[in-house]
């Protein structure tokens, strides 16, 4: 599927009466293949696609249903509540054309063609009363730039950030960016007229990585699990590829999901990555072991039909199938699954069935060869099962009621919290089979050894004894530190420990964001990371190249250098338009290339 195409529509009288839009012209594969559903709610909806109208100030989720005798799709959008005010917003007549572009595999933005639209009226959208304001990809459309050439403007200062009220902002909750038009005009009036002041020189272009699409930011093994903070594949792959060679060792003491460690390998490296938190190190174990493809596909399957099967009997009225799970036995099983439920957390966050379902197929793990990656599937599954609003996955504040309906900000639609586990086993099952053999083709032989300890005071000729790499030198660092008073690394992923009573080590954080971001923080977090490098050092060459990614607001980092006895070479300078999961707050970041004083 080719990535920006378009189509052109054809309004038809239908268009104007029932809100039918006629995608015959578009064709099958202008589509997702799993967007076609059922003739009828009742009998299945398809996997729906995003479309932004324009002028239109809600996102639209829809499916094409298909005939019930044929199943060949009924080419209109079953979500159409919202054309006909899209045309009377655009002026559109029967005969008018109006044109479907798609941006990504799923996201779409429906525009009028040619001479009719209105563009006055889109200008000047309310968003909630304030005249001038609209969202960022309205602002895009109508200056004729893409989305991220306005997060740039926003990055390096030209334009401001507002909220729905109008206010200016430095951060936005998610969905609530606004950019004000006229700013925006003005700033490119003064562009296009060559005011240099306007241009921003220190921001290196070729790091913003604008553009590149969700799936290429989570490709291959990178999205086996969520993970709050970690930088993106494409930032390491251009650092690592420019500044060593194959055989190297590199080390990424301050590992997180193991993105370092993944790249590194693919570029036939040499990598050893250090993490604070055992789950984190199990995340990136997993991502960076070798397996047997054929066998993890049996086991992942397997697990998934017996699980399938006990939720089926149990939750299922109707299911029909020979007696695996006795009558007679069936409550004895489910008393037998909740006594093994000893975390408050797990029984207040999810709901009886999920329960269930989490404990046993936390059992059926044991059967099996690949525990290590059963695991990290459960866990990604049990992460998107817990009951909380779709739209906050990545920070909740507190659990919401079992089956309580509310309105979601992510699906625009109330909603209601999810309340069982076996549909995100179903979603993620396959695609963990998927993932895997994606970056077996692409992996090399190398060593990725993750080691679970303190950056400040490993031992890494120890941890190293009886590996490939032990007695090699370092040949340089890459890694992003925690940053001071941002994300507590074991909370974010509390469910997993919860679940499976890995052991914490909170208090050996460096900056969490429990300690706060006041002075005696940045000082204690100075310390902490000054300890971690003069700690590292010792394995290092002496000519070793060190990148340390950080948003250092604080402007901390010059007197780290100087306490671990580095010096800044030279600093590049990013604009961040998303990190995963970090929302919709385009930011700078610095990545600081060190070397040792002498
Ligand atoms: C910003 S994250 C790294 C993200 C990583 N670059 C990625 O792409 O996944 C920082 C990591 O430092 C770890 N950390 C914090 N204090 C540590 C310490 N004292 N020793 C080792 N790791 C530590 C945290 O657990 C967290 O995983």
Request: aromatic share 12%; with cysteine.
């Given at each position: 599927m080719n990535k920006m195409e378009s189509r052109?529509?054809?309004?038809?009288?239908?268009?104007?009466?029932?809100?039918?839009?006629?995608?015959?012209?578009?064709?099958?594969?202008?589509?997702?293949?799993?967007?076609?559903?059922?003739?009828n709610k009742k009998s299945g909806l398809g996997h729906p696609i995003t479309i932004e109208a324009e002028g239109i100030d809600k996102e639209i989720k829809t499916d094409i249903p298909t005939v019930a005798k044929t199943h060949s799709p009924r080419w209109i959008f079953r979500e159409r509540s919202w054309s006909k005010k899209f045309a009377k917003l655009h002026n559109l007549k029967s005969g008018d054309t109006i044109l479907l572009i798609r941006r990504s595999p799923r996201k779409y933005f429906i525009t009028p063609n040619g001479k009719k639209q209105n563009k006055e009226k889109f200008l000047f959208i309310p968003s909630k009363g304030i005249p001038d304001l609209v969202t960022l990809e309205h602002a895009a459309h109508v200056v004729g730039k893409t989305p991220a050439n306005i997060r740039y403007y926003i990055q390096v200062g030209r334009i401001n950030k507002y909220d729905l009220s109008g206010r200016k902002i430095l951060k936005a909750r998610n969905g609530q960016l606004r950019i004000s038009?006229?700013?925006?005009?003005?700033?490119?009036?003064?562009?296009?007229?060559?005011?240099?002041?306007?241009?921003?020189?220190?921001l290196n272009k070729e790091l913003g990585f604008y553009g590149l699409p969700e799936y290429e930011r989570t490709k291959h093994v990178h999205r086996l699990h969520s993970y709050l903070g970690k930088f993106i594949p494409q930032l390491v792959e251009w650092f690592l590829s420019k500044n060593f060679k194959e055989n190297d060792v590199i080390l990424d003491p301050f590992m997180g999901s193991g993105t370092t460690l993944v790249q590194g390998n693919e570029l036939k490296i040499h990598?050893?990555?250090?993490?604070?938190?055992?789950?984190?190190?199990?995340?990136?174990?997993?991502?960076?072991?070798?397996?047997?493809?054929?066998?993890?596909?049996?086991?992942?399957?397997?697990?998934?039909?017996?699980?399938?099967?006990?939720?089926?009997?149990?939750?299922?009225?109707?299911?029909?199938?020979?007696?695996?799970?006795?009558?007679?036995?069936?409550?004895?099983?489910?008393?037998?699954?909740?006594?093994?439920?000893?975390?408050?957390?797990?029984?207040?966050?999810?709901?009886?069935?999920?329960?269930?379902?989490?404990?046993?197929?936390?059992?059926?793990?044991?059967?099996?060869?690949?525990?290590?990656?059963?695991?990290?599937?459960?866990?990604?599954?049990?992460?998107?099962?817990?009951?909380?609003?779709?739209?906050?996955?990545?920070?909740p504040k507190a659990p919401i009621e079992a089956e309580k309906e509310y309105w979601c900000k992510k699906h625009n639609r109330i909603c209601k919290p999810i309340g069982q586990l076996l549909v995100k086993i179903h979603n993620y099952s396959m695609d963990t089979v998927r993932r895997i053999e994606i970056f077996d083709n692409l992996r090399s032989d190398k060593s990725a050894i993750v080691i679970q300890g303190d950056s400040r005071n490993i031992n890494l000729d120890n941890e190293l004894k009886k590996t490939p790499l032990e007695d090699r030198k370092i040949d340089g660092i890459f890694t992003s530190p925690p940053y001071v008073g941002q994300i507590d690394y074991h909370d974010q992923h509390i469910y997993a420990y919860e679940l499976f009573g890995f052991p914490r080590n909170d208090e050996l954080e460096i900056g969490p964001q429990k300690a706060g971001s006041s002075k005696q923080a940045q000082k204690d977090y100075i310390e902490g990371i000054s300890d971690a490098f003069l700690n590292v050092k010792k394995y290092l060459k002496n000519d070793a190249k060190i990148f340390i990614v950080a948003n250092d607001r604080f402007k901390l980092y010059p007197e780290i250098a100087k306490r671990s006895g580095l010096k800044i070479v030279k600093e590049f300078h990013r604009a961040v338009t998303k990190r995963t999961e970090q929302g919709d707050n385009p930011y700078q970041e610095t990545i600081f290339f060190m070397m040792k004083e002498n």
């Open positions: 052109v529509i054809k309004l038809t009288t239908a268009s104007f009466k029932y809100g039918n839009l006629n995608l015959s012209s578009c064709g099958k594969e202008f589509f997702p293949l799993d967007i076609f559903g059922g003739s038009l006229k700013e925006l005009k003005s700033f490119l009036y003064m562009l296009d007229k060559d005011i240099k002041r306007h241009h921003n020189g220190h990598t050893i990555g250090i993490d604070v938190s055992e789950f984190n190190c199990l995340i990136a174990k997993v991502k960076t072991q070798k397996y047997d493809i054929q066998k993890i596909k049996n086991e992942i399957l397997e697990a998934e039909k017996r699980l399938t099967s006990f939720s089926m009997h149990l939750f299922e009225k109707n299911y029909i199938q020979p007696s695996l799970f006795p009558e007679d036995k069936i409550e004895e099983l489910k008393d037998s699954l909740m006594n093994e439920v000893k975390s408050e957390y797990l029984t207040k966050w999810f709901a009886q069935r999920t329960l269930y379902e989490m404990i046993y197929y936390r059992r059926l793990i044991k059967k099996f060869q690949y525990q290590d990656l059963l695991k990290v599937l459960l866990s990604r599954a049990v992460r998107s099962a817990r009951l909380i609003p779709h739209y906050d996955l990545a920070r």
